[in-house]
């Protein structure tokens, strides 16, 4: 597994437009240092990465395991002009980093809404987009990715309430995890130009997972949700058909999805 160190990533991130790095080789969370950052002045495009971390997490406080040497853990900061984007930035990770694998192995990952990243039915990587703010003004973004990579990024013993695994296994073969934090960088670089545009929301959709599937939506305080996944909307909302055929729109929010098994009605 490659080394990670302050030199050799700011030598293989030349020409990505990074204001600034900051390497850990442990933290409790990249998310938390990138978010006490902005409010210390972080400038645009700042990148916080670490070879383990101790209290990573994701959507809904869950945990997120990083060990030391086998995955890739980093923060972005964005600085955008306005809040009103803020719900485009953690599928804007996700189809970071599913065309980065598309473009370095031979996969078609795909995107579990909101912001999961599926290999072969199962997690390979989680994103978790936090708005900073002072008082009543917007103030920053931070855009925090975990990529599983070899095969010991994943245990047994760990609680996953959503099946993973590692590239490593899903794929076969060992990736060098410089290559690909400077590929899924140069993806998102990319597409912050055009997030939340027609062209973002087809390449969305085109990787929507359990597109045609049965799916229950649980809503914690509410009830849960079973239907057929049919797109995901202009304002980024998951639109599903229900039994009774109604369609509704689900917004992310503190919600999770799952299949069921089952063949939608016809």
Do not use: C
């Not at 002045?41 to 990083?66: F, H, N, Y």
């Not at 002009?81 to 192995?105: C, H, K, N, W």
């Not at 002072?134 to 990579?149: H, P, S």
Request: proline share 3%; no cysteine.
């Amino acid at each position: 597994m490659t080394d990670l160190n302050l030199a050799i990533l700011k030598k293989r991130l030349t020409g990505l437009s990074i204001a600034e790095i900051r390497y850990y080789e442990q933290t409790g969370s990249t998310n938390d240092d990138a978010l006490n950052w902005i409010s210390n002045g972080a400038p645009d495009r700042s990148l916080v990465i670490a070879d383990e971390q101790t209290a990573g997490r994701g959507r809904m406080d869950r945990k997120w395991v990083t060990r030391k040497g086998t995955s890739l853990a980093f923060s972005i900061i964005f600085k955008p002009q306005g809040s009103d984007r803020i719900p485009f930035y953690a599928p804007l990770g996700a189809l970071g980093v599913a065309l980065a694998l598309e473009r370095m192995t031979t996969s078609r990952p795909l995107i579990k809404w909101p912001n999961d990243v599926l290999l072969g039915g199962k997690k390979v990587s989680g994103i978790l987009a936090e708005a900073s703010w002072e008082g009543d003004r917007f103030a920053g973004l931070v855009l925090g990715i975990g990529i599983n990579i070899a095969t010991s990024s994943v245990s047994l013993d760990d609680d996953f309430l959503f099946p993973a695994d590692s590239l490593q296994h899903g794929l076969g073969i060992e990736l060098n995890r410089i290559d690909l934090l400077a590929e899924v960088l140069w993806h998102i670089f990319q597409w912050q130009e055009r997030i939340g545009s027609n062209e973002f929301l087809t390449e969305w959709n085109r990787r929507l997972a359990f597109r045609g599937e049965q799916v229950h939506i649980n809503r914690p305080g509410m009830d849960g949700i079973t239907g057929e996944v049919l797109r995901i909307g202009e304002d980024g909302k998951l639109w599903i058909r229900q039994k009774n055929g109604i369609d509704i729109s689900i917004s992310a929010g503190d919600v999770s999805l799952r299949q069921t098994g089952e063949k939608p009605d016809k």
